[in-house]
């Protein structure tokens, strides 16, 4: 349909300024639809993500636990079992405690960062 044709020369000028607003008002609710399935949409996928996030994360905890395990088994014999969980415990708490000074340390940079 061109705008010719929608054209008619003796409608008024309140019924052409009328149809304008209602075109606008069409479309404004038509993108506001758009936006409302953009967001339904989105939300499902981040929640998917989440999920299959956690399920990898507990996947991995549980590997870790397991090769904690498996190495308290294998130094046993050279260690006696207390001394192998010793040693395993505390490789575990230094890295992890490496880990949190490392992020720490990279929290304090970009606060800086944005502070000035």
């Given at each position: 349909?061109?705008?010719?044709?929608?054209?008619?020369?003796?409608?008024?000028?309140?019924?052409?300024?009328?149809?304008?607003?209602?075109?606008?008002?069409?479309?404004?609710?038509?993108?506001?639809?758009?936006?409302?399935?953009?967001?339904?949409?989105?939300?499902?996928?981040?929640?998917?993500?989440?999920?299959?996030?956690?399920?990898?994360?507990?996947?991995?905890?549980?590997?870790?636990?397991?090769?904690?395990?498996?190495?308290?088994f294998a130094l046993a014999p050279f260690l006696?079992?207390?001394?192998?969980?010793?040693?395993?415990?505390?490789?575990?708490?230094?890295?992890?405690?490496?880990?949190?000074?490392?992020?720490?340390?990279?929290?304090?940079?970009?606060?800086?960062?944005?502070?000035?």
């Amino acid at each position: 349909m061109t705008p010719e044709a929608d054209y008619d020369a003796d409608e008024p000028l309140s019924a052409v300024v009328s149809r304008l607003v209602e075109t606008g008002r069409s479309y404004a609710e038509a993108e506001i639809d758009k936006q409302k399935l953009r967001a339904v949409l989105l939300g499902s996928g981040l929640r998917t993500i989440a999920i299959l996030c956690v399920v990898a994360l507990i996947l991995l905890f549980g590997a870790l636990v397991t090769l904690m395990i498996g190495l308290v088994f294998a130094l046993a014999p050279f260690l006696t079992p207390l001394g192998a969980t010793a040693l395993v415990s505390l490789l575990g708490i230094g890295i992890a405690a490496l880990l949190l000074w490392l992020a720490r340390n990279r929290a304090v940079a970009l606060f800086r960062k944005i502070a000035g």
